[in-house]
């Protein structure tokens, strides 16, 4: 089957999908788009998202596959502001369970994030079993606390809560919340921390709009992310993957009143 396929009818021979293709795997002709480098193709979708008149289709990016950006209302600069101004990291969370259904609805718009050279090759865990989430919590007090690669300076800051850990219980590793999306990638894919943190800031964006919170489980990615790791285990993660991200998820206990400021942007025109 060959890669492209385009409708003489419907092809006006613009160039569009020529231009776009970020590999080169088009050139155009007088009669439109043909296919020169198809073992280049990264199944980005682009020739056949881009053309006007839906002339074109891509085995690995079908046309009948695609959505119509029509169907969707374009958010106005304003919106688009608050909308990444009033995501915010929730550490505190109800002890209220998150439905398996929006979960994987997380993980779902988490897995259309840019990835580089559209690799992807992320894969998740979902844990939202509160025994397995406190022996997690449990084994990375016990990293953090006994572990000689600990920096001093992490060291000192780590030391009360490890203290309240074991005083109170208090969790500062998950904060408790309910549920857990963990990204896994394979031990020879040397994007899967990148491509991961991609897609869980995805995950994260869209939290809020299933009235979620989320926040980047930082202590747990710790212990977790090494070939020896005993979240592997734990998590009965296959030999070959490693753990490449992990992201705590729940239902806000509070909410936010107020979008806060960052420091002054640090910016300047090179040239001028």
Known sequence: MNLITVDDENCTACGKCV?????DVLALEKDGPFV??????IACGHCVAVCPNKAIDNVRSPLDMQVEMAEFNKINPEEAEFFLRSRRSIRSYKQKPVSREKLLKLVEIANYAPTGSNTQGVSYVIVDNKDILKKASDLTMDYLENSPSIRPALRKIL?????????TGEDSVLRSAPALVVATANKNFTQGRINSISCLTYLELFAPYLDLGSCWAGLFEHCAMGENSPMLKLLSISNDKLITGAVMVGYPKYQYQRLIERNPVDVKFFGD
């Open 36 to 41: 020169v480098l198809a073992e280049n193709c």
């Open 19 to 23: 231009d776009e293709c970020p590999s």
């Open 159 to 167: 030391t009360p809560l490890i203290g309240k850990y074991h005083e």
